[in-house]
């Protein structure tokens, strides 16, 4: 359909014109007009009265804190649109809707970016001391900590900004505190010396989920482990009985083991070798020393379970203090535990005196090298395979030997895992229902201790006195110990992942463990919306952490959208070079477009993909979106002007099929986006939005009325387009709100209100239009898309046979249905307006003389008369031509086809592209043959 004309339609009354509402929109003028606006009336304020003292059903939502000193990004553009949609959209449904705001304190990244100032500057924290460089991490988060924040309100979040919390506020710490006391109090935080992540460059351990696998082309090498002399009749044994990794040097000069390994620097500190214990190969071996080269040393073979006899050759090294099933091998078999490497991954002095001082890379190389010289390495495979990668930094992870604190997760799980199996939390899509149930099933210790100085510090105490040297958890610093009173206590020198505090997240912002009125009105709360790369660093740990301090889930629905990729499907890094900041999108197009954008994409289960070179066209959806409804507004309420407008009520009797027809559409889609948004199924939301707007809406109803809001079919009918036109734009822009918050509430405010009614205080908090059933009426709808139809078809031959757009035209139809026929008479007007349709003749005979057919789907044959609308013979010399063209390209492509050494010769793409042109030409050519046998019909 064509574009609604900007000119107003003549009405009585005061003139509504561009000086009320510009001719263009210009989102930066309006939105943060707008958002201020609606901070000062509170708008999105919630107070806990509405809920314990009202009444009022809460909804309640805790956004995923960023980091606090991030600034905006897609993901986050994202994330919190979607989040903002359902709040805002729960709002006008009349629920106590509350958003809480807030910033994680990041510790490793926000630790990272301090640290790399004070390099810049010569300096590291360790000459400015660990307090002096926490309070030089406190005011670079209070120069940088509220950027993301403002940037959330330019893009529209509605939060209520009056709660934003921080994850170091004293509120919230001490919510850590206790959790860490009252964990520690049952058992279920241990301090332990275990086999941990640990990142070289971040200086810390890190949890297995923050250590993140990456695929990667290594080698499997080879190594060989001589046998001393004494070993050798066992060697002799054990190959006899078919071990594969016993060999034996050439020209018998003894006998070796072949182990394999993708880190070959480990072997230095390997202190054993391994087999099954009913490995049969391998009994004679056990027991036996083997030389581990390039060391001196001599290390055991020992049997054990973990062992798989059916894996490669059934023996593996065993280096206990990096690897976490080789500790645990040495751990039940008495092995020596050997630490060969520093905390920066360099070789220590455990390690032979010519590797000490390598960093593990170069290392690696010279042990290769080594080996090669003394004859004992045996080859190596390419091997591509899962590298854990330190989340923040993207270093390479190291398996360590640690000291850290740990948390018993199975008993937190058991409660979390049942919670999904029983429905009590959803997730949406639910495929990650499997995986968040796998990841419980198996779910492993926690490690909550990092070697970090920003963040919360575990409160545990040590006490000096060698009398008794006991460890205390506390709420409060102690000053002396409470077992014996002496003053020399230190504390724990590390501090707590920075999850232990985001897991409290949705009871902590509330005051937990107070018993607050915000707690009892907002806990627990309803949607969790986050992407799925932290359903285990976050999701899970809340859900787990609700259980075991709320006793129940801290929410019902998890909602995990997909990933913002650019247009190769890449996923967006500085890296890369491949990121959009959402703030130039903002500035250049506005918030609105951004959000319709981004949420026009959001499919179940699907990534959204931005050409991050070409940002006017990755955002021409949500900018021509905006630009649609501010034209359609500007013309709706130019056209309606600022005259009394009468309830749907009071003009019942004068609505027509259009407006009977709109008001069902409108009241079907009402229902079809409440229940999408229901079941977030925000791609089709938008969809059913867009549909009902721009295809119902702007493209037919507005052109239909334009003749009766200019009073040509009398006073009745004007009145009701006026009425039918205001209560269908006012529901069309609530329903859109949430979606496009700016320019919504922006045309709202500028349409008059029906007499006797009163008018919601802003839009923001307008009702949600229900669907309402008694306006469905099947029968409206049957006969507008009838004429839909019609008007469509008629179009489509008139631009086919090169019929003036101008030009009136005379229909014949044959076999309409008589309901049909009627409403074709009664939409006369309707036709001529907007197919210059000037009479319509319902014969049986099919019309007469040359013209143009097409056929409706209710059966009826549409003839629209040639004759004197174009010149018939230059129409036909001209398809005449155009068909022999045709015919010679289409001959060309297929004589080349019909050559044996082109099809055998030219590769498959080629080939491919050739019978495509044919088929292209032959279908070009059989259509302009119909039209020319239509033009030669007598």
Excluded at 342 to 349: F, M
Excluded at 850 to 863: C, E, M
């Amino acid at each position: 359909m064509t574009e609604p004309s900007a000119e107003p339609v003549s009405t009585p009354g005061p003139d509504l014109s561009a000086g009320a509402l510009p001719p263009r929109l210009d989102p930066a003028a309006i939105e943060k007009p707008l958002y201020a606006r609606a901070l000062e009336r509170g708008l999105f304020h919630e107070s806990p009265g509405a809920v314990l003292d009202e009444g009022v059903d809460p909804y309640a939502i805790v956004i995923p804190p960023p980091n606090v000193t991030a600034v905006l990004h897609m993901g986050h553009g994202l994330n919190n649109t979607v989040q903002d949609v359902l709040i805002r959209w729960r709002r006008m449904e009349g629920r106590a809707a509350l958003w809480v705001p807030g910033t994680d304190h990041a510790g490793i990244a926000t630790q990272n970016v301090v640290e790399r100032i004070l390099r810049e500057g010569g300096q590291t924290r360790f000459d400015l001391g660990r307090d002096a460089f926490v309070e030089r991490v406190w005011a670079f988060v209070g120069e940088t900590g509220g950027t993301i924040l403002e940037q959330l309100k330019a893009i529209g979040a509605s939060c209520d900004w009056e709660r934003t919390a921080f994850t170091l506020d004293p509120g919230l710490s001490r919510a850590v505190r206790e959790v860490f006391v009252r964990l520690y109090e049952k058992g279920l935080i241990y301090r332990g010396e275990y086999i941990i992540n640990w990142c070289p460059r971040c200086g810390t351990a890190l949890s297995n989920e923050e250590a993140e696998g990456q695929e990667v082309d290594g080698h499997l090498h080879s190594l060989r482990y001589p046998l001393p002399e004494a070993s050798w009749p066992a060697a002799a044994a054990a190959r006899d009985a078919g071990a594969t990794a016993v060999g034996r040097f050439e020209e018998g000069k003894g006998w070796y083991l072949t182990v394999s390994t993708t880190r070959p620097e480990t072997m230095l500190g390997d202190t054993g070798v391994a087999v099954h214990p009913g490995d049969t190969r391998y009994a004679a071996l056990v027991g036996v020393e083997v030389e581990l080269p390039l060391t001196g040393r001599r290390i055991p073979v020992v049997a054990d379970d973990w062992v798989d006899p059916e894996f490669g050759t059934g023996m593996v090294k065993v280096t206990p203090a990096h690897d976490p099933n080789d500790f645990e091998i040495a751990r039940r078999t008495g092995l020596e535990v050997l630490n060969v490497l520093t905390p920066e991954a360099i070789l220590n002095e455990s390690a032979p005196e010519r590797f000490r001082g390598m960093d593990r890379f170069q290392a690696r190389k010279a042990v290769v090298a080594a080996l090669r010289e003394e004859g004992l390495f045996a080859g190596q495979d390419p091997h591509r395979h899962s590298v854990p990668h330190c989340y923040r930094c993207d270093t390479v992870v190291e398996p360590r030997l640690s000291e850290q604190w740990f948390v018993r997760m199975k008993p937190l799980a058991e409660p979390a895992l049942a919670a999904s199996r029983d429905g009590t939390i959803r997730f949406h899509p639910s495929h990650w229902t499997k995986v968040y149930e796998e990841w419980m099933e198996n779910i492993r210790d926690w490690c909550i201790s990092r070697q970090l100085w920003w963040g919360h510090r575990i409160p545990v105490w040590y006490c000096r006195n060698p009398v008794c040297g006991e460890m205390s958890a506390s709420r409060e610093d102690l000053t002396a110990c409470p077992i014996c009173g002496s003053e020399k206590v230190e504390q724990d020198p590390d501090v707590l992942d920075t999850w232990f505090s985001s897991w409290l997240w949705p009871f902590s912002v509330f005051g937990w463990p107070e018993e607050t009125e915000d707690l009892k009105a907002f806990y627990p709360g309803h949607t969790l919306v986050t992407a799925p790369e932290i359903l285990f660093f976050w999701v899970a740990r809340m859900i787990m952490a609700g259980y075991e301090f709320q006793g129940e889930a801290p929410f019902r629905d998890v909602f995990l959208h997909g990933t913002v990729r650019d247009a190769k499907g890449r996923k967006m890094s500085k890296s890369l070079g491949n990121g959009i900041d959402p703030m130039e999108v903002v500035e250049q197009f506005g918030a609105d477009a951004l959000r319709y954008t981004v949420l026009s994409m959001c499919g179940v289960g699907t990534d959204i993909h931005l050409d991050h070179e070409d940002l006017e066209g990755a955002f021409a959806p949500g900018r021509n979106f905006a630009n649609k409804l501010w034209n359609a507004g500007r013309f709706t309420l130019m056209s309606v002007g600022e005259g009394p407008v009468k309830p749907l009520s009071e003009v019942e009797e004068a609505l027509e099929t259009a407006d009977r027809w709109i008001l069902s559409r409108f009241s079907r889609s009402a229902s079809a986006m409440t229940d999408g948004l229901e079941r977030f199924r925000i791609h089709d939301v938008v969809d059913r939005g867009h549909h009902l707007f721009w295809g119902d809406f702007a493209d037919w109803y507005l052109e239909v009325v334009k003749g009766r809001l200019r009073g040509e079919e009398g006073e009745a009918s004007r009145e009701a387009a006026r009425s039918v036109l205001v209560h269908v734009f006012d529901g069309i822009l609530r329903l859109l709100h949430p979606l496009v918050p700016f320019v919504t509430e922006y045309l709202w405010d500028r349409i008059p209100w029906p007499e006797a009614s009163d008018r919601p205080e802003a839009l923001p908090l307008a009702p949600w239009p229900a669907g309402d059933p008694a306006r469905v009426d099947p029968e409206a709808e049957a006969d507008f898309a009838a004429l839909q139809e019609l008007v469509t078809v008629v179009r489509s031959l008139r631009k086919e046979y090169g019929v003036g757009e101008g030009a009136p035209v005379t229909l014949a139809l044959t076999g309409a249905p008589e309901r049909f026929q009627t409403a074709v008479a009664a939409e006369a007007p309707r036709l001529w307006q907007l197919a210059r349709v000037k009479e319509v003749e319902f014969s049986g005979g099919g019309g007469a003389g040359v013209g143009a057919t097409a056929i409706l789907q209710n059966g009826s044959q549409v003839f629209l008369p040639l004759e004197g609308l174009v010149d018939l013979e230059q129409e036909r010399a001209r398809l005449r031509k155009e068909i022999q063209r045709l015919d010679g390209q289409l001959v060309g492509a297929e004589k080349k086809l019909a050559n044996e050494q082109f099809i055998g010769r030219a590769p498959a793409e080629v080939v491919a592209k050739e019978r495509e042109k044919a088929a292209v030409f032959r279908d070009q050519r059989d259509k302009l043959q119909e039209k020319l046998q239509v033009l030669e019909a007598e």
